[in-house]
């Protein structure tokens, strides 16, 4: 049984001090079942992604999306939590739930609250997603790790900082685009590529402009079976889908791989039938600008080492043939934990049905899309179609 994508809500990311998590769960869940035009009583089941690690603490998140209609009183709620792929795992929780005939209609939602607490501890709790039992972790939490993967990578291919700055340049370009997005406003190639007090280094190689944004922000989708997606007017099918877990130590596996990434690419593509140049846009995880490039190579676009060309020769950038990022991505749009894998379906779903606004990309038939928990630990990769 197939499952689509029949309506979502995108709330804007960014530091909104003025909502709670609760707020933000509950205003996404109203405005998904609204756009949808499904209403409470019909829905089976709710599927939250949020970490929860320490942003809200003390917070039994699960049924907070209760409160956006009574009818949805005595629903099945659940809270998934797969580290940076909370969100994907909540989805993936819903399409397994509808594909095991135990629901016909989701409601999936993505949300985190991340800016309540201060910089430092913010690196303590996504430190917390690390392996605590392995000796000699890089310090400063998942900046350090993923600045010792870029250094890895620069070992054995040489330095690309320029064409890590490249890949921040083009996602704040586009992030201009996204009216969601936490920071709309183009840097421009120069300031990514230097260190200054404006952009300082965080983690070498990894300048301030290499690391996503710390943000709040909700997004939500409602799902259904096959059964019922004529009902609807808009239909995105999840043609694919592929979840592709690692080891957690560092010390077990070569990270900047990317094997775990590169199998969950590779066992979505198949499923689909279809190969990466089938693609018309891809949404990938790009916690980090490191993460862009290795998901480059990763996904089959080009050999280990010769991910910068794809950037020289426009094949990733807006109107080149497969568009990466085109929302800005976790650079620009933003990076609410549990939010970003919903988020990255949702944008994926706007731009198949061409609704997109300033983001579309022309003609969008078929996206994929990876979200990734950990340093390439919980892999997810979806590839969606639009089929009504």
Known sequence: MSVSIVGWAHLPFGRLDGLSLED???????????????????????????????????????????????????????????????GSAA???????????????????????????SGADVTRILGQCAYSGEDGNPPGGFPGIFGEIAKSYFAEFGDHSATLARIAAKNHANGVANPWAHMRRDLGFEFCNTVSDKNPMIAAPLRKTDC???????AALVIVDDGRAADFPRAVAVRARAQVNDWLPLGSRKAASFEGPRRAWTQSLQAAGCTVNDLSLAEVHDC??????????????????????????????????????????????????????????????????????????PGATLAGVFNMGGAAVANYVSILERTR
């Not at 944004?213 to 909700?218: I, N, P, R, T």
């Open 288 to 361: 980090f600008t490191i993460a862009e490039l290795l998901s480059y190579e990763a996904m089959g676009l080009a050999a280990p080492g010769q991910g910068h060309r794809l950037l020289e020769e426009g094949v990733v950038m807006r109107g080149g043939r497969l568009p990466v990022n085109a929302s800005g991505g976790l650079k620009a749009k933003g990076h609410p934990i549990g939010a970003t894998g919903v988020s990255m379906h949702a944008v994926s779903a706007m731009q198949l049905c061409g609704e997109a606004g300033d983001m579309q990309v």
């Open 91 to 117: 989805v993936y929780g819903a399409c397994d739930a509808i594909e095991a005939g135990r629901a016909r209609v989701a409601l999936v939602i993505g949300a985190e609250k991340m800016t309540a607490v």
């Open 24 to 86: 933000l769960i509950v205003r996404a869940a109203r405005e998904a079942m609204d756009h949808a035009g499904v209403s409470a009583d019909q829905v089976d089941g709710i599927w939250l992604g949020n970490l929860n690690g320490g942003f809200t603490p003390d917070i039994f998140a699960s049924s907070l999306a209760l409160h956006a209609d009574p009818a949805l009183r005595w629903k099945p709620a659940v809270r998934l939590e797969n580290a940076c792929a909370s």
């Open 212 to 218: 996503s944004l710390v943000s709040d922000g909700a």
